[in-house]
């Protein structure tokens, strides 16, 4: 058990190390409120402190990860994140909204604003930026079954990549390591390859909750975790895996058997926070306050942002309840198969697609509302608060696809 933990460790700790990173620890954030208005300043600063300020953490969450460069319903306004990013020395990676667009000039143009208003303050903060969240889970066969929304293919991800790097090309960002966050199915698949080719790191985020019909109860969930993640790290090439989403709801109704607690939510800290990844391999955690509306299960885990957690945040000193998650072979991509990907999220189409339009992918749904209404004023008219939730929805199915997956695999 030991020794396994050790390679268990080891292979996570060289994800991170191999492309001479830190293991930032943050969380996410959506460009909107709760009740969809959008975040300004205070509202960002008020989650950035109290996240460097979380007792008994296992570290400092001194990092974040955004949906986009663009204040929430304007044209190309830098997102008053950075500021608040700045007054609080907040590690930033960075989000460009990706979907439902043929460019990103808006999000390109925010980010240069930024850079100009902000100078070295702001650039020395960026520590990535992921072109794209989901936008090819969202635009596969899968994804269309499941009504996951609006997506883009793999060579718009990639022209815009190139878009992004010859814009900042002789700037303070062009050695800032550019990925794309995507479900680990997106990132097996073939098709993609040019996606992951032309990265410099791979974000994934990993949902064990979702895995319906996969035994996915929280006494499951480190093992479940973690043989996605093994996986995920067998196909990407040598590239830094990080890990952009993941988490435990603590309040809402039941999936399949898995339950949201708050206990639940400790165990899936303990299991795969402490565990797997926190100090081992760039974390986001989901989330600090849970800004999704629609979403009927609930993850943040200091809701208020009043300094108190819903629980304990300090990792156990030995671990054991989770020694089986290490213990597992660690599978690489090449067990499953494209059929599992079609096959496995049958039931997330049902609960995905609709519920989904109201479920997880809230906070980047809200990013996605917003840039969709600042980046193409022809489209705004056909995004209405219901394609809102329709696109997050997406984000929410690509999480219960992953979940298939991952199930697929035992
Ligand atoms: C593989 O990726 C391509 C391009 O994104 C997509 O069209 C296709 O549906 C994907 N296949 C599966 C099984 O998801
Ligand atoms: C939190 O958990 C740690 C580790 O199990 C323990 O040492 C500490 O006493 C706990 N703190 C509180 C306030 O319960």
């Known amino acids: 058990m030991k020794l396994t ?30 009740d969809e208005s959008a975040k300004f300043e205070k509202d960002f600063l008020a989650e950035f402190t109290t996240a460097q300020k979380l007792p008994g953490a296992p570290g400092t969450f001194n990092a974040v990860r955004l949906y986009t460069n663009i204040q929430a319903y304007s044209t190309n306004t830098p997102i008053e994140a950075f500021s608040a990013a700045i007054k609080t020395k907040t590690k930033i990676l960075l989000g460009v909204w990706a979907s439902g667009t043929t460019n990103i000039n808006n999000e390109l143009a925010a980010l240069s604003a930024a850079v100009k208003q902000y100078g070295s303050d702001f650039t020395d903060l960026i520590i990535g930026i992921s072109i794209g969240s989901e936008d090819l889970y969202r635009d596969s066969a899968t994804g269309r079954t499941n009504k996951a929304g609006v997506g883009n293919g793999p060579d718009e991800i990639l022209s815009f990549i190139n878009a992004y790097k010859k814009e900042f090309a002789n700037t303070a960002l062009s050695s800032v ?33 979702y895995e319906t019909g996969k035994g996915n109860k929280i006494d499951n969930a480190g093992k479940l975790f973690n043989s996605a993640y093994q996986t995920t790290l067998g196909v990407a090439n040598g590239k830094p895996v990080w890990v952009t989403e993941t988490g435990w709801p603590l309040t809402g109704p039941s999936w399949d058997e898995a339950v949201p607690s708050v206990e639940n939510a400790k165990s899936y800290w303990d ?41 304990n945040l300090t990792c156990p ?12 072979p660690t599978a690489t991509g090449k067990g499953s198969t494209p059929s599992t990907l079609v096959t496995a999220p049958s039931q997330t189409g049902q609960s995905g697609a609709n519920n989904a339009g109201s479920a997880k992918g809230a906070d980047s749904s809200s990013d996605s509302s917003a840039s969709k209404t600042s980046s193409s004023p022809a489209s705004t008219s056909s995004h209405s608060a219901g394609s809102i939730n329709k696109v997050s929805g997406a984000a929410f199915a690509g999480v219960a696809l992953v979940a298939g997956i991952f199930a697929t695999l035992f």
Not at 5 to 32: H, M, P, R
Not at 181 to 206: M, P, Q, R, S, Y
Not at 317 to 328: P, Q, R
């Open 317 to 328: 000193a030995v671990s054991k309840s989770t020694s089986s998650s290490i213990t597992m």
């Open 177 to 209: 390591p550019v990925g794309h966050v995507d479900t680990w199915d997106a990132w097996v698949n073939g098709t993609n390859k040019e996606v992951l080719d032309a990265v410099d790191w791979i974000g994934v985020d990993e949902y064990p909750f």
């Open 5 to 34: 933990s050790t390679i268990a460790a080891g292979a996570a700790l060289a994800a991170g190390v191999s492309a001479g990173q830190n293991n930032y620890l943050g969380f996410n954030s959506g460009a909107t409120l709760p």
């Open 271 to 311: 299991q795969v926070g402490c565990e797997i990844l926190f100090n081992k391999v760039p974390t986001f955690w989901y989330n600090l306050r849970d800004s999704n509306p629609a979403n009927t299960v609930k993850f943040g885990v200091n809701q208020k942002l009043d300094g108190t957690p819903s629980f």
